[in-house]
C-alpha cells in the first residue's frame, strides 16, 4: 500500500518539457524570450563653443576654410597631390584676400621657395602658374630686392640639382624673376651664364627631348635682350626709359661696373662657342628630317637669337673695351670670336634639307637663315669677311628682296615682309662701301621691295628709315652713294613714290604718314645741293594736291592732310618752304583746304606764315601769293553764333589782320595797290557777303592812301555798291533798345562802316555819289512808275536803315566834317524822304507812316548842324 502512494505522487510532480504551441497562418512569430534588443537611444551634447572655429574667427580662409598658415604648412606634405592642393588653396585665398599678400609676403615667399627643386613636376608647374599670375603681379609696387633675394638662393639650386628637369625648370623660374625685375640679370650675372653654359655643354639629354632645353633657351634670350646694345624695332616709352637706365647704368665709367662689363664681355665670348656648338648638334638632325619640327625649330631659333644678340653687345662694346683694357685684348676677342663663328656658323650657311620641303619648312630655314645673316653682317663692322663668302650673303640679301627665296611660301605676304626688316639695317653701309655692279644689284632689289610692300606695314616705315639714310646721310656713312651717278634714277624713284604713298596711308596710319613726311622734310632740306633732286622736289607738288584738295565735279573733296595729327600738319606745311617754285594748281588745291570748317585755326595761320616766307625768298611769283591770300579772303564762310555751329567770326579776322600783315610787307605799296584794285573791286562787285565784303574792303583801305590811290572807274563801281552794303549792315544788325546791349550793336555796325568812312574821308567825290544814290533810291520809292502800290514794310526798313546810315556818319568827328559840305546831296536825300511821306501817305499803313515820321526827325539832327 505504500509504495503504491508514492508513485502516484512521482507522476504528478513531473509536467510537460515543451508545450506545442499552435500559429495561424500569416501571423508574424514573436521575437524569442532570449533575443537581444539592439535598439540604440541617445541625445545630443549641445557644447557652447566649437575650439577650431574659435581659432578661425577672423581670419582669411580659402574656399575649403583653410587658414594661410595651414596652406603654407601643407605645401612641405609627403604627398605631392597635397601639396599641389596647397598651392592652388593660397592662390584662391590670395585672389579673394589680395591684402593677405602685401601682408605676409615675406613669409611666403620663404615658404614658397622651397618647391622650386620639388620632385613632383605638376608641384612644380602650379608653383610657377601661382607666382606668375598672383605674387610676382601683387608684389610689383613693392621694393623687389629683398623679395628677388629671397628666391634667388633656391634659383640657383635648383639649377645645379642632378634632375634634369628641375634644373630646366629652374630657368623657367628665373625668366620670370627677369620680367618682373630686369636689373636681377646684371645683379647674378656671373652665376646666371656659368650656368647657362653648363647647361648647354651637356647634349646628352637635349637631343632626345628638345622640348625640354626650350625654356632654359627662352630665358637666355630674354636676358640677353637686355643688355645695353639691343634696341628693339618696336618699343614703348617704358622699355625706352628702362633701357636708357640699365645703359647709363652699367656705362663704364667707374672701376666696378667697368669690371662686372669685363666679366661680361669675356662670358659672352664663351657662351657664343658654346651655342654655336650646341647649333652645330641641331644641324645634322634638322636636315634628315623632311619638315623641321617644332620644337628642334624653337631650339635653333632661340640660339640663333642668343648668339645675335651677344653679337651685337659684343660689337658695341669693343671700342670701349679697347680703351678699358687695351687694344690688344680687345683683337684676341674680336678674333677669337670671328673664327668660331665663320669656323662653325657661318660654314652650314644657307640652312636647307636634302628632303623636298613644304611651306612651312621653308618658313622655318627661312628665318634662321635671316638671323645668321644679320650675325654676319655684324662681324663685318670691324673686319670684311673673304670675298667668296661675302657673296654669298649678299646673294642671299638679294634674293630675298626680290621675294625669290619665299616665292613659293603660303604663309602669305605678311610674313616675309617682317622678316626682311631686319636685312634693311645694312642697306645703307653695304651700298656705301661696295662698288660696282652688287651696289646697283642691291639698291634696285632694294627699290623693288620699297614699291611692292604694302603702304601700311612695318616694312615700308624701315625702307623709308633705309632710304633716309642713304638719301640724307649720317657722319657715318660717305656721301659718294647720294652723289653716284648710277645709283640716281633709284632715287628719283624713291622721292617720287612719296607723295603717293602720302595719299595712299591717307589719315589712317598717322605714324606711316609722319616717317614720309618728315623723309620729304629733309629731301627738300638738302636737295638744293643736286640740281636734279632739286628739279624732282619741285615736281612733287603736282602729285601732292591730293593731299591737301581735290574738285570733282565742281565741288570741293578735302584730303587727308585736314584730319592728319598735328606733328604731322606741321611738318607737311613745313615742306611747302622748300618747293622751289609753289605752281598756281597746288596753291589752289592748298587755298581749298584752308577753307575747310575742319581745319584748325593754328594750322591755317601756319600755312599764311609758311607761304609768306617762302614768297619772301622768291619761290612763290606775286600774283599767285595775291590770288590765294584773296581766295582765302572771299570764300570764308563765316558762322555766326548759333546752335548748330560754334562762331569762327573770330578766326575769320584774325586772318584778315595777317593777310593784311602779309599784303603790305610784299613791297612797294602802290605797286601792290595797283595789282589788288581791280581785283578786289571785281571781288566786291560779286556780292560776297557781309563779312567777306568787309575784309575786301579793309584790306583795300589798308593799301589806299589820302587823298585815294582809287582810279575813277573804281570810285564809280564803289558808289553803285556801297549805298546796298551800308544799308545791309544796318539791317542786318539790329537795333537794340537796351542799354547794355546798345553800346555792342554801335560797335559792331563801326566795325562794318569804318572802312567806308576812311573811303569817304580819302575821296569827297566817293561820298557825294554814295548820299546822292542813296537820296535817289527814296525817290524811286514814290515815282510815278511805282504805281499806286502799297508802301511795304520792308521798304520802310530800308528808308530807316539810310537814316541810320546818315546818323552814324554823323556821329563820325571827320566824316561830320566832310558832311558839312555835302549839304546839297543831303538836302535831296530829306527832300525825298518829305515826297515819299507826302505821295504815299494813303497807301501806307499807321504803323509805317510812324517810322517814316521818325526817321524825319531823326534826320533833322543831320541836316540841322549841315
Given at each position: 500500500?505504500?509504495?503504491?502512494?508514492?508513485?502516484?505522487m512521482?507522476?504528478q510532480?513531473?509536467?510537460i518539457?515543451?508545450?506545442?504551441?499552435?500559429?495561424?497562418?500569416?501571423?508574424?512569430?514573436p521575437p524569442?524570450?532570449?533575443?537581444?534588443?539592439?535598439?540604440?537611444?541617445s541625445?545630443?551634447i549641445v557644447?557652447?563653443?566649437q575650439?577650431?572655429?574659435?581659432?578661425?574667427a577672423?581670419l582669411?580662409?580659402s574656399?575649403?576654410?583653410?587658414?594661410?598658415k595651414e596652406l603654407?604648412?601643407?605645401?612641405a606634405h609627403?604627398?605631392?597631390?597635397?601639396r599641389?592642393?596647397a598651392?592652388l588653396?593660397i592662390?584662391?585665398l590670395?585672389?579673394?584676400?589680395?591684402?593677405?599678400?602685401?601682408?605676409?609676403?615675406?613669409?611666403?615667399?620663404e615658404?614658397l621657395?622651397?618647391?622650386?627643386?620639388?620632385?613632383?613636376k605638376?608641384?612644380?608647374?602650379?608653383l610657377?602658374?601661382?607666382l606668375?599670375s598672383?605674387?610676382?603681379?601683387?608684389?610689383?609696387?613693392d621694393?623687389?630686392g629683398?623679395f628677388?633675394?629671397?628666391m634667388?638662393?633656391?634659383i640657383?639650386?635648383?639649377?645645379?640639382?642632378?634632375?634634369?628637369?628641375?634644373?630646366?625648370?629652374?630657368?623657367?623660374?628665373?625668366?620670370?624673376?627677369v620680367?618682373?625685375?630686369?636689373?636681377?640679370?646684371?645683379n647674378y650675372?656671373?652665376?646666371?651664364l656659368q650656368?647657362f653654359?653648363?647647361?648647354?655643354?651637356?647634349?646628352q639629354?637635349?637631343?632626345?627631348d628638345k622640348?625640354?632645353?626650350?625654356?632654359a633657351l627662352?630665358?637666355?634670350?630674354n636676358?640677353?635682350?637686355l643688355?645695353p646694345?639691343?634696341?628693339?624695332d618696336v618699343?614703348?616709352?617704358e622699355?625706352?626709359?628702362a633701357e636708357k637706365?640699365i645703359?647709363?647704368?652699367?656705362?663704364?665709367?667707374?672701376?666696378?661696373?667697368?669690371?662686372?662689363?669685363?666679366?661680361?664681355?669675356?662670358?659672352l665670348?664663351?657662351?657664343?662657342?658654346v651655342?654655336?656648338?650646341?647649333?652645330?648638334?641641331?644641324?645634322?638632325l634638322a636636315?634628315?628630317l623632311?619638315?623641321?619640327d617644332?620644337q628642334?625649330?624653337?631650339?635653333?631659333?632661340?640660339i640663333?637669337?642668343s648668339?645675335?644678340?651677344?653679337?651685337?653687345f659684343?660689337v658695341?662694346?669693343?671700342?670701349?673695351?679697347a680703351?678699358?683694357?687695351?687694344?690688344?685684348d680687345?683683337a684676341?676677342?674680336?678674333q677669337?670670336?670671328?673664327?668660331?663663328?665663320?669656323?662653325?656658323?657661318?660654314?652650314?650657311?644657307p640652312?636647307?634639307?636634302?628632303?623636298h620641303?613644304?611651306?612651312?619648312?621653308?618658313?622655318?630655314?627661312?628665318?634662321?637663315?635671316?638671323?645668321?645673316?644679320?650675325?654676319?653682317?655684324h662681324l663685318?663692322?670691324?673686319?670684311?669677311?673673304?670675298?667668296d663668302l661675302?657673296?654669298?650673303?649678299?646673294a642671299?640679301?638679294?634674293d630675298?628682296?626680290?621675294g625669290?627665296i619665299?616665292?613659293?611660301?603660303?604663309?602669305?605676304?605678311?610674313?616675309?615682309e617682317?622678316?626682311?626688316i631686319?636685312l634693311?639695317s645694312?642697306?645703307?653701309k653695304?651700298?656705301?662701301q661696295?662698288?660696282?655692279?652688287?651696289?646697283?644689284?642691291?639698291?634696285q632689289?632694294?627699290?623693288?621691295?620699297f614699291?611692292?610692300?604694302?603702304?601700311?606695314?612695318?616694312?615700308?616705315?624701315a625702307?623709308?628709315?633705309?632710304i633716309?639714310?642713304?638719301l640724307?646721310?649720317?657722319?657715318?656713312?660717305?656721301?659718294?652713294?647720294?652723289?653716284?651717278?648710277t645709283?640716281?634714277?633709284?632715287?628719283?624713284?624713291?622721292?617720287?613714290?612719296?607723295?603717293?604713298?602720302?595719299v595712299?596711308?591717307?589719315?589712317?596710319h598717322?605714324s606711316?604718314?609722319?616717317?614720309?613726311?618728315r623723309?620729304?622734310?629733309?629731301?627738300?632740306?638738302?636737295s638744293s645741293?643736286?640740281?636734279?633732286?632739286?628739279?624732282e622736289?619741285?615736281?612733287?607738288?603736282?602729285?601732292l594736291?591730293?593731299?591737301?584738295?581735290t574738285?570733282?565735279?565742281?565741288?570741293?573733296?578735302?584730303?587727308p592732310?585736314?584730319?592728319?595729327p598735328?606733328?604731322?600738319?606741321?611738318?607737311?606745311?613745313c615742306?611747302?618752304?622748300?618747293f622751289?617754285c609753289l605752281e598756281s594748281?597746288?596753291?589752289?588745291?592748298?587755298?581749298?583746304?584752308c577753307?575747310?570748317?575742319?581745319?584748325?585755326?593754328s594750322?591755317?595761320?601756319?600755312?599764311?606764315?609758311?607761304?609768306?616766307s617762302?614768297?619772301?625768298?622768291?619761290r612763290v611769283?606775286?600774283t599767285d601769293?595775291?590770288?590765294?591770300f584773296?581766295?582765302?579772303?572771299s570764300?570764308?564762310?563765316?558762322f555766326?553764333?548759333?546752335?548748330?555751329?560754334i562762331s569762327?567770326l573770330?578766326?575769320?579776322?584774325?586772318?584778315?589782320s595777317?593777310i593784311?600783315?602779309?599784303?603790305?610787307?610784299?613791297?612797294?605799296k602802290?605797286l601792290?595797290?595797283q595789282?589788288l584794285e581791280n581785283?578786289?573791286i571785281e571781288?566786291?562787285?560779286?556780292?560776297l557777303?557781309?563779312?567777306?565784303?568787309?575784309?575786301?574792303?579793309?584790306i583795300l583801305?589798308?593799301?589806299?592812301?589820302?587823298?585815294?590811290?582809287l582810279?575813277?572807274?573804281?570810285?564809280?563801281?564803289?558808289?553803285?555798291f556801297?549805298?546796298?552794303?551800308?544799308?545791309?549792315?544796318?539791317?542786318c544788325?539790329?537795333?537794340?533798345?537796351d542799354?547794355?546791349?546798345?553800346s555792342?550793336?554801335i560797335?559792331?555796325?563801326?566795325?562794318?562802316l569804318?572802312?567806308?568812312?576812311?573811303?569817304?574821308?580819302?575821296?569827297?567825290?566817293?561820298?557825294?555819289?554814295?548820299l546822292?544814290?542813296?537820296?535817289?533810291l527814296i525817290?524811286?520809292?514814290?515815282?510815278?512808275?511805282?504805281?499806286?502800290?502799297?508802301?511795304?514794310?520792308?521798304?520802310a526798313?530800308?528808308v530807316?536803315?539810310?537814316?541810320?546810315v546818315?546818323?552814324?556818319?554823323h556821329?563820325?568827328?571827320?566824316?561830320r566834317?566832310?558832311l558839312s559840305?555835302s549839304?546839297t546831296e543831303i538836302?535831296?536825300f530829306?527832300?525825298?524822304l518829305y515826297?515819299?511821306?507826302?505821295?504815299?501817305?494813303?497807301?501806307?499803313k499807321l504803323?509805317?507812316?510812324?517810322?517814316?515820321q521818325?526817321?524825319?526827325?531823326?534826320?533833322?539832327?543831320v541836316?540841322?548842324?549841315?
Amino acid at each position: 500500500m505504500v509504495r503504491t502512494k508514492a508513485t502516484s505522487m512521482k507522476q504528478q510532480k513531473r509536467g510537460i518539457d515543451f508545450k506545442k504551441i499552435k500559429r495561424k497562418i500569416g501571423r508574424k512569430l514573436p521575437p524569442p524570450k532570449n533575443a537581444t534588443n539592439t535598439e540604440i537611444k541617445s541625445k545630443a551634447i549641445v557644447l557652447p563653443e566649437q575650439s577650431v572655429a574659435s581659432e578661425k574667427a577672423g581670419l582669411a580662409v580659402s574656399k575649403k576654410g583653410l587658414t594661410l598658415k595651414e596652406l603654407l604648412q601643407q605645401t612641405a606634405h609627403h604627398n605631392s597631390k597635397v601639396r599641389k592642393d596647397a598651392l592652388l588653396g593660397i592662390k584662391d585665398l590670395f585672389l579673394r584676400h589680395p591684402a593677405e599678400l602685401r601682408l605676409h609676403r615675406y613669409a611666403v615667399i620663404e615658404k614658397l621657395r622651397e618647391r622650386i627643386s620639388d620632385d613632383d613636376k605638376v608641384v612644380r608647374e602650379t608653383l610657377y602658374q601661382l607666382l606668375k599670375s598672383v605674387v610676382f603681379p601683387g608684389c610689383k609696387e613693392d621694393n623687389q630686392g629683398p623679395f628677388i633675394s629671397l628666391m634667388m638662393a633656391y634659383i640657383f639650386n635648383a639649377m645645379t640639382h642632378l634632375a634634369i628637369d628641375i634644373r630646366l625648370m629652374a630657368f623657367k623660374f628665373f625668366d620670370l624673376v627677369v620680367q618682373y625685375y630686369p636689373p636681377s640679370f646684371f645683379n647674378y650675372a656671373e652665376k646666371i651664364l656659368q650656368n647657362f653654359e653648363d647647361i648647354l655643354r651637356n647634349n646628352q639629354f637635349y637631343l632626345q627631348d628638345k622640348g625640354k632645353l626650350r625654356n632654359a633657351l627662352a630665358c637666355l634670350v630674354n636676358c640677353l635682350l637686355l643688355l645695353p646694345c639691343n634696341k628693339r624695332d618696336v618699343e614703348s616709352n617704358e622699355e625706352k626709359a628702362a633701357e636708357k637706365r640699365i645703359l647709363h647704368g652699367y656705362e663704364p665709367d667707374s672701376p666696378s661696373k667697368s669690371a662686372g662689363f669685363s666679366f661680361i664681355f669675356h662670358k659672352l665670348r664663351d657662351l657664343v662657342a658654346v651655342l654655336v656648338n650646341c647649333f652645330q648638334d641641331f644641324v645634322p638632325l634638322a636636315h634628315s628630317l623632311p619638315v623641321l619640327d617644332s620644337q628642334s625649330y624653337d631650339c635653333m631659333l632661340s640660339i640663333v637669337q642668343s648668339i645675335d644678340l651677344a653679337v651685337m653687345f659684343y660689337v658695341r662694346w669693343i671700342p670701349k673695351s679697347a680703351s678699358l683694357y687695351g687694344v690688344a685684348d680687345a683683337a684676341i676677342w674680336d678674333q677669337t670670336l670671328s673664327s668660331v663663328l665663320i669656323k662653325k656658323l657661318f660654314i652650314v650657311f644657307p640652312l636647307n634639307s636634302t628632303h623636298h620641303l613644304s611651306a612651312k619648312g621653308d618658313d622655318k630655314y627661312f628665318v634662321l637663315n635671316i638671323l645668321i645673316t644679320k650675325i654676319f653682317f655684324h662681324l663685318t663692322e670691324f673686319s670684311w669677311p673673304p670675298s667668296d663668302l661675302l657673296e654669298k650673303y649678299l646673294a642671299f640679301i638679294e634674293d630675298a628682296l626680290l621675294g625669290k627665296i619665299c616665292r613659293d611660301m603660303r604663309t602669305g605676304k605678311p610674313f616675309q615682309e617682317r622678316n626682311l626688316i631686319s636685312l634693311l639695317s645694312f642697306i645703307p653701309k653695304l651700298v656705301s662701301q661696295l662698288a660696282g655692279d652688287w651696289r646697283s644689284r642691291l639698291v634696285q632689289a632694294f627699290t623693288k621691295t620699297f614699291k611692292d610692300c604694302n603702304p601700311e606695314s612695318s616694312l615700308k616705315l624701315a625702307c623709308l628709315s633705309t632710304i633716309q639714310k642713304m638719301l640724307v646721310p649720317e657722319e657715318e656713312v660717305p656721301l659718294q652713294f647720294a652723289s653716284d651717278p648710277t645709283t640716281l634714277d633709284y632715287q628719283i624713284a624713291w622721292m617720287r613714290e612719296l607723295p603717293k604713298l602720302l595719299v595712299a596711308l591717307g589719315d589712317k596710319h598717322p605714324s606711316s604718314s609722319q616717317a614720309v613726311l618728315r623723309l620729304q622734310l629733309q629731301l627738300g632740306q638738302r636737295s638744293s645741293s643736286s640740281s636734279s633732286l632739286e628739279w624732282e622736289y619741285n615736281q612733287m607738288q603736282f602729285a601732292l594736291g591730293d593731299l591737301y584738295s581735290t574738285c570733282q565735279g565742281g565741288h570741293t573733296c578735302y584730303g587727308p592732310f585736314v584730319r592728319l595729327p598735328r606733328d604731322c600738319q606741321e611738318l607737311a606745311v613745313c615742306c611747302l618752304y622748300y618747293f622751289s617754285c609753289l605752281e598756281s594748281i597746288f596753291l589752289k588745291s592748298i587755298a581749298s583746304c584752308c577753307l575747310c570748317d575742319d581745319l584748325d585755326p593754328s594750322v591755317l595761320f601756319r600755312i599764311i606764315e609758311v607761304l609768306h616766307s617762302a614768297f619772301q625768298v622768291g619761290r612763290v611769283q606775286i600774283t599767285d601769293h595775291i590770288s590765294f591770300f584773296i581766295t582765302l579772303l572771299s570764300h570764308f564762310r563765316v558762322f555766326p553764333e548759333s546752335d548748330v555751329k560754334i562762331s569762327n567770326l573770330g578766326t575769320f579776322k584774325s586772318m584778315t589782320s595777317a593777310i593784311d600783315s602779309c599784303l603790305s610787307q610784299m613791297g612797294d605799296k602802290p605797286l601792290v595797290f595797283q595789282i589788288l584794285e581791280n581785283i578786289i573791286i571785281e571781288q566786291i562787285s560779286s556780292k560776297l557777303p557781309l563779312d567777306n565784303t568787309c575784309a575786301m574792303l579793309r584790306i583795300l583801305v589798308s593799301l589806299d592812301t589820302k587823298p585815294t590811290r582809287l582810279s575813277e572807274p573804281s570810285i564809280i563801281t564803289l558808289s553803285n555798291f556801297l549805298p546796298g552794303y551800308l544799308i545791309d549792315v544796318v539791317l542786318c544788325i539790329p537795333e537794340n533798345h537796351d542799354k547794355a546791349m546798345k553800346s555792342t550793336q554801335i560797335c559792331s555796325c563801326r566795325f562794318y562802316l569804318l572802312p567806308c568812312f576812311f573811303l569817304f574821308d580819302r575821296s569827297h567825290k566817293l561820298l557825294s555819289l554814295v548820299l546822292t544814290l542813296m537820296g535817289s533810291l527814296i525817290k524811286s520809292s514814290y515815282s510815278l512808275h511805282s504805281g499806286p502800290t502799297q508802301y511795304t514794310a520792308e521798304r520802310a526798313s530800308r528808308v530807316d536803315a539810310m537814316v541810320s546810315v546818315l546818323l552814324l556818319m554823323h556821329k563820325d568827328v571827320k566824316l561830320r566834317k566832310i558832311l558839312s559840305s555835302s549839304k546839297t546831296e543831303i538836302n535831296y536825300f530829306s527832300q525825298n524822304l518829305y515826297h515819299l511821306q507826302a505821295s504815299k501817305g494813303k497807301n501806307m499803313k499807321l504803323e509805317e507812316r510812324h517810322r517814316i515820321q521818325c526817321a524825319l526827325d531823326r534826320l533833322k539832327v543831320v541836316t540841322s548842324t549841315s
